[in-house]
Each structure stands twice: as C-alpha cells, then as structure tokens.
C-alpha cells in the first residue's frame, strides 16, 4: 500500500489478520465453549497465528461474497508501483543484425526480459 492511506493500510490489516483470527475464535467458542477456548489460548508457542491458519478458509470464503457484492470489498485493491529497467546497450531498430548468431542473441535476451516479465505479472506459477 502506498504510505499515505492510514484507512486502506488498516482495512487490508483487518480483512487479512483480523477476520481470519475472529472467524476462527467464533468458531472454536460455539464448538468448544468460551472457557475452552480461553484455555486454548493460553497454551502453545503462538495461538494468534494458529487462530489465523484455522480461520484463513471462512475468511477467503467471506471476502469473496463481499467481493461480489462490490468489488474491492473483500479484497481491497492493492496500489503498486511499476519500474522499467532499460537495457545497457539500447539497440536501435534500424540497425538490426545481418549474422544469424547476433539474431539468436538478440532473441535470447528477449526471451529472458518477457519470461522476468511474466514472472512478475503472474507471481506464484
């Protein structure tokens, strides 16, 4: 998130860290009763990541119904910022190459520069 946007940073934070935990702590209180769970909470190494985990399915669920309600919703929009590397060596269009071992080189690193490319449009393939 961009500096500047207390709201949109505390709106993410909740709809990431906070609905999952309380999802889950709602849960664990119908099924176990409220005295179990604070038993619960005490023990272990970190219950609130633990409540967290447990609690991320309802929570995906939830924000995407409120996703289809208004987009946006359930999962706030993101601002990114997007920088372009130039090339060391820029190569004018006009002068391209003759032998076809300069022309492979050239495709090479363009292959390169769209496989980065796609890496960072589609992250997590």
Same mark, same amino acid.
Request: overall charge negative; cysteine-free.
């Given at each position: 998130?961009?500096?500047? =946007?207390?709201?949109? #940073?505390?709106?993410?934070?909740?709809?990431?860290?906070?609905?999952?935990?309380?999802?889950?702590?709602?849960?664990?209180?119908?099924?176990?009763?409220?005295?179990?769970?604070? #038993?619960?909470?005490?023990?272990?190494?970190?219950?609130?990541?633990?409540?967290?985990? #447990?609690?991320?399915?309802?929570?995906?669920?939830?924000?995407?119904?409120?996703? =289809?309600?208004?987009?946006?919703?359930?999962?706030? $929009?993101?601002? $990114?910022?997007?920088?372009?590397?130039?090339?060391?060596?820029?190569?004018?269009?006009?002068?391209?190459?003759?032998?076809?071992?300069?022309? =492979?080189?050239?495709?090479?690193?363009?292959?390169?520069?769209? =496989?980065?490319?796609?890496?960072?449009?589609?992250?997590?393939?």
């Amino acid at each position: 998130m961009a500096e500047g =946007q207390p709201l949109d #940073e505390l709106r993410l934070a909740l709809m990431q860290d906070v609905l999952p935990m309380g999802l889950a702590f709602v849960d664990r209180v119908r099924s176990e009763g409220p005295a179990r769970v604070v #038993e619960s909470l005490s023990q272990g190494d970190d219950p609130l990541a633990d409540l967290r985990k #447990e609690g991320e399915p309802a929570a995906r669920v939830l924000r995407e119904r409120l996703d =289809q309600i208004s987009p946006g919703l359930g999962n706030p $929009v993101m601002s $990114v910022q997007v920088e372009v590397e130039e090339p060391a060596e820029p190569q004018s269009s006009s002068s391209l190459p003759d032998d076809p071992k300069e022309l =492979q080189e050239v495709l090479d690193r363009i292959e390169t520069r769209l =496989q980065r490319l796609d890496a960072l449009i589609t992250p997590g393939d």
